[in-house]
């Protein structure tokens, strides 16, 4: 028996082809959707045992909530907050790494109709002082972390709309201690009614994504945003009622938006949280899908050619039914080695900060390994060239949405405050999302990379996922970025900067076998005239390669001479 809300939002919730799908499906948005009352208590009303989140960490400490269980936490925090002087259009900012306070507080947040901005626990004073100017931060929630709250401490004299500082099982002069408050807060709270009733316009969620210049931009959602996501958890990533969904992100990026609440919660899934140490761990994560017998997962590529370093048989998996993975392009040899070990496709997605799941691999389709699938219903999805016109079949081109006739689910408002970098986005009914594809014949889109990652050589523009798919699929390369580097001729050429495999050394020997090999994989022009090789690749702090931090490393040294 189905025990999920999908029915009160969806006029149809199965379809019997991808086209049927596409024409078809819709999502009835009511008035004045709040998702922590209309989805959260909502859940605890009709079905209060229902779990919604299983929580460990490293250290063997688990806990499991039921909707009853996250009504009655999130309303003791509304009333904590609410006493603070917390109340709707305020903004709060949660770095709350993985713990589950996060999920109790978020919901609380939107109860109260307060703006949530999740923030990654790596951000520093400068970055802290910076958000809380642009977004007005009324309040900071942190883990008992001592350099997090040093910097959110330090940052305090610069941040005048700042008043709170709450920090979990923490002590510290003039910061709030969120368990003994919670201790002491009633665990009722009522639905706000008149001028603090919350609406579908209102500020929900600010995220602080960065673009290729300038600091980075607000990207502003309203209440409805949550049910844009069903889209992404019951579609795409195929959450199953009263399954357990997994999502490998850190709650300060827009990927648990994504994959730890809204669209699973709402399909009926509960949300499965491992709190691992920074440092990831293939064998324990491999563990942990056994243990706790997830039944879908979705991670970024990184984390799979991690997985199948592994002996994969090793572990009990059958509760597994599906595989997504977004964030960055899968190459076909990890897609290969998890079908194989796994009896799974991987089903490859495409979004942004700014959406909902645009494009992607839907249970209908043939998978094709290395490719985002097709549109989102709701998404009208074109590619443009560099003079605004379309691209046929296999040209590359930039992915634009067409919203002249309606804002597809789940995307966002407005860059807020910042009208001049919304417009250059979003004008005219095109959205423009800064990311280069090709469409085939059957169409499939192809991720090439960001437009700012794109090579241009010679007068030929390279895309760096197909040069770092060809050296992947040799031996000596354990992993790979391709960048553009200056030269003064073809004005950049491609580089590859190369992390070998364990028994292989640096040579000129290996660098041509290498360009040889790319040679014969692609076009001939995409090789690599420059190679590197290094222990480890720059990431960001979710896990991605940095081709930025590569780029302009060889762009100083360029300045320097």
Request: aromatic share 12%.
């Given at each position: 028996?189905?025990?999920?809300?999908?029915?009160?939002?969806?006029?149809?919730?199965?379809?019997?082809?991808?086209?049927?799908?596409?024409?078809?499906?819709?999502?009835?948005?009511?008035?004045?959707?709040?998702?922590?009352?209309?989805?959260?208590?909502?859940?605890?009303?009709?079905?209060?045992?229902?779990?919604?989140?299983?929580?460990?960490?490293?250290?063997?400490?688990?806990?499991?909530?039921?909707?009853?269980?996250?009504?009655?936490?999130?309303?003791?925090?509304?009333?904590?907050?609410?006493?603070?002087?917390?109340?709707?259009?305020?903004?709060?900012?949660?770095?709350?790494?993985?713990?589950?306070?996060?999920?109790?507080?978020?919901?609380?947040?939107?109860?109260?109709?307060?703006?949530?901005?999740?923030?990654?626990?790596?951000?520093?004073?400068?970055?802290?002082?910076?958000?809380?100017?642009?977004a007005g931060i009324k309040m900071i929630i942190t883990a008992d972390d001592e350099h997090l709250m040093d910097a959110v401490d330090e940052?305090?004299?610069?941040?005048?709309?700042?008043?709170?500082?709450?920090?979990?099982?923490?002590?510290?002069?003039?910061?709030?201690?969120?368990?003994?408050?919670?201790?002491?807060?009633?665990?009722?709270?009522?639905?706000?009614?008149?001028?603090?009733?919350?609406?579908?316009?209102?500020?929900?969620?600010?995220?602080?994504?960065?673009?290729?210049?300038?600091?980075?931009?607000?990207?502003?959602?309203?209440?409805?945003?949550?049910?844009?996501?069903?889209?992404?958890?019951?579609?795409?990533?195929?959450?199953?009622?009263?399954?357990?969904?997994?999502?490998?992100?850190?709650?300060?990026?827009?990927?648990?938006?994504?994959?730890?609440?809204?669209?699973?919660?709402?399909?009926?899934?509960?949300?499965?949280?491992?709190?691992?140490?920074?440092?990831?761990?293939?064998?324990?994560?491999?563990?942990?899908?056994?243990?706790?017998?997830?039944?879908?997962?979705?991670?970024?590529?990184?984390?799979?050619?991690?997985?199948?370093?592994?002996?994969?048989?090793?572990?009990?998996?059958?509760?597994?039914?599906?595989?997504?993975?977004?964030?960055?392009?899968?190459?076909?040899?990890?897609?290969?080695?998890?079908?194989?070990?796994?009896?799974?496709?991987?089903?490859?997605?495409?979004?942004?900060?700014?959406?909902?799941?645009?494009?992607?691999?839907?249970?209908?389709?043939?998978?094709?390994?290395?490719?985002?699938?097709?549109?989102?219903?709701?998404?009208?999805?074109?590619?443009?060239?560099?003079?605004?016109?379309?691209?046929?079949?296999?040209?590359?081109?930039?992915?634009?949405?067409?919203?002249?006739?309606?804002?597809?689910?789940?995307?966002?408002?407005?860059?807020?405050?910042?009208?001049?970098?919304?417009?250059?986005?979003?004008?005219?009914?095109?959205?423009?999302?800064?990311?280069?594809?090709?469409?085939?014949?059957?169409?499939?889109?192809?991720?090439?990379?960001?437009?700012?990652?794109?090579?241009?050589?010679?007068?030929?523009?390279?895309?760096?996922?197909?040069?770092?798919?060809?050296?992947?699929?040799?031996?000596?390369?354990?992993?790979?970025?391709?960048?553009?580097?200056?030269?003064?001729?073809?004005?950049?050429?491609?580089?590859?900067?190369?992390?070998?495999?364990?028994?292989?050394?640096?040579?000129?020997?290996?660098?041509?076998?290498?360009?040889?090999?790319?040679?014969?994989?692609?076009?001939?022009?995409?090789?690599?005239?420059?190679?590197?090789?290094?222990?480890?690749?720059?990431?960001?702090?979710?896990?991605?390669?940095?081709?930025?931090?590569?780029?302009?490393?060889?762009?100083?040294?360029?300045?320097?001479?």
């Amino acid at each position: 028996m189905e025990s999920n809300l999908l029915g009160r939002y969806l006029p149809r919730i199965d379809f019997d082809s991808y086209k049927d799908f596409k024409e078809n499906f819709n999502i009835n948005i009511p008035e004045n959707f709040n998702f922590g009352f209309d989805i959260v208590d909502e859940y605890a009303r009709l079905d209060p045992e229902k779990v919604a989140l299983v929580w460990c960490d490293d250290n063997d400490d688990e806990e499991t909530f039921t909707f009853e269980d996250l009504k009655r936490y999130s309303n003791k925090a509304a009333n904590f907050l609410r006493a603070l002087g917390i109340g709707k259009g305020d903004s709060v900012m949660l770095m709350l790494k993985r713990r589950y306070e996060y999920w109790y507080m978020i919901v609380a947040l939107h109860k109260l109709g307060a703006v949530a901005i999740p923030g990654t626990h790596m951000l520093t004073a400068r970055d802290l002082e910076y958000r809380s100017n642009a977004a007005g931060i009324k309040m900071i929630i942190t883990a008992d972390d001592e350099h997090l709250m040093d910097a959110v401490d330090e940052s305090q004299a610069e941040s005048p709309t700042l008043k709170h500082k709450v920090v979990i099982r923490g002590a510290r002069d003039d910061w709030h201690d969120l368990d003994l408050a919670m201790q002491k807060a009633s665990d009722v709270f009522e639905r706000p009614t008149g001028p603090e009733a919350t609406t579908n316009d209102d500020t929900m969620l600010l995220y602080f994504t960065s673009g290729t210049t300038g600091m980075p931009k607000m990207v502003r959602h309203d209440n409805t945003y949550p049910l844009g996501h069903i889209l992404t958890a019951k579609y795409w990533q195929n959450v199953q009622d009263n399954g357990l969904h997994l999502t490998v992100a850190d709650t300060g990026w827009a990927k648990t938006a994504w994959g730890k609440i809204y669209g699973q919660w709402i399909a009926g899934s509960a949300v499965f949280v491992y709190d691992y140490n920074n440092k990831f761990d293939a064998k324990k994560m491999l563990t942990v899908l056994e243990r706790y017998s997830v039944t879908t997962f979705c991670a970024p590529a990184t984390v799979y050619r991690m997985l199948v370093r592994e002996d994969l048989t090793e572990y009990d998996l059958k509760h597994l039914k599906h595989l997504c993975v977004a964030g960055e392009p899968l190459y076909p040899e990890v897609f290969a080695s998890v079908q194989e070990a796994m009896g799974l496709s991987i089903h490859e997605g495409f979004g942004q900060t700014e959406t909902a799941v645009a494009l992607a691999n839907f249970p209908w389709m043939e998978v094709k390994p290395g490719s985002m699938g097709k549109p989102s219903p709701s998404y009208d999805v074109e590619l443009l060239d560099e003079d605004g016109l379309p691209c046929a079949d296999g040209e590359e081109g930039e992915i634009i949405f067409h919203t002249e006739i309606r804002k597809p689910f789940g995307m966002f408002c407005e860059y807020y405050n910042n009208p001049k970098i919304t417009r250059s986005a979003w004008s005219n009914g095109i959205y423009r999302t800064g990311d280069i594809a090709w469409r085939d014949k059957d169409g499939y889109y192809w991720y090439v990379g960001r437009a700012d990652d794109a090579i241009k050589s010679s007068g030929y523009k390279i895309g760096p996922f197909e040069v770092e798919s060809a050296l992947q699929e040799h031996p000596a390369v354990h992993e790979c970025a391709v960048t553009g580097t200056p030269d003064p001729v073809r004005g950049q050429v491609v580089k590859a900067t190369i992390v070998l495999s364990e028994g292989y050394t640096a040579s000129d020997e290996l660098v041509k076998e290498l360009q040889d090999h790319v040679k014969k994989i692609t076009a001939p022009y995409k090789y690599p005239r420059v190679i590197a090789f290094t222990e480890s690749l720059p990431k960001t702090i979710s896990g991605k390669i940095s081709r930025r931090t590569i780029k302009h490393a060889d762009l100083e040294k360029v300045m320097m001479g």
